[in-house]
């Protein structure tokens, strides 16, 4: 997912939610993170419900980064995924930022974009071929189900012929996803309580496709915190 894109949410195409980073402090966060902090999950709370999330061990770039950059953070606001859009008000053009640094990418070819599944988002292709992510904003995807056919297509045109193995299409089929952005961004954690909150989020009337579906009613995370993991 490209920074400041989100997928409309009114006519159930909404296949991810971008949760836009408000930085308190431009300068890239301190990675020394306490190995005790590895072991916690993440919980935001936010205006409409609370998301729970475990990030990977598998991506410990992501991992650190995520958990050393919620402790400048204070506020979150769903906005289309830019540092700055605490700002801005729908009366006034967006603004297109990006993150002070970037992440090498840590994508792995056993991670897909399932739903519930937390990734990073990053500039595109043209510009950025590396694939390295933003260190502030990320995507959680809430996605939809497929089916053969429409799976079928989506190895035809999004991903140049490169086939889903069987497994992760029973999961698409049957839990939904966004399999079109498979290998070419990097996921490093799942929603693991609190998929209602995102549903509900994916839900609010927003300014359309035009209006880069903006929430017509800012939703925002008021609180992020680590937290002991209950399993």
Do not use: C, W
């Not at 995924?81 to 994508?107: F, V």
């Amino acid at each position: 997912m490209r920074n400041n894109s989100t997928y409309r949410s009114k006519t159930g195409l909404l296949l991810a939610l971008t949760l836009a980073a408000v930085l308190l402090q431009a300068q890239t966060p301190d990675q020394r993170v306490r190995e005790r902090d590895r072991r916690k999950d993440v919980e935001m709370i936010t205006s409409v419900g609370i998301i729970r999330l475990r990030l990977s061990d598998a991506t410990p770039i992501h991992r650190d980064n995520f958990i050393a950059f919620h402790r400048v953070i204070r506020g979150f606001m769903v906005q289309a995924g830019d540092p700055k859009s605490r700002d801005s008000s729908l009366r006034k053009p967006r603004r297109s930022t990006d993150s002070a640094y970037t992440i090498p990418a840590e994508i792995r070819e056993d991670m897909f974009h399932r739903r519930g599944v937390l990734a990073a988002a990053r500039m595109g292709d043209q510009v950025n071929p590396a694939k390295a992510s933003s260190g502030t904003q990320f995507y959680i995807v809430q996605g939809r189900t497929f089916t053969d056919i429409s799976l079928d297509s989506v190895e035809t045109f999004r991903l140049n012929g490169r086939k889903i193995p069987p497994e992760r299409r029973e999961n698409y089929k049957k839990q939904g996803g966004a399999p079109h952005l498979d290998q070419a961004y990097t996921i490093f954690g799942e929603v693991i309580d609190g998929m209602e909150t995102v549903d509900r989020i994916a839900a609010v009337n927003t300014t359309g496709r035009t209006g880069n579906d903006r929430p017509l009613e800012p939703i925002r995370i008021l609180k992020t915190r680590l937290v002991k993991r209950k399993t």
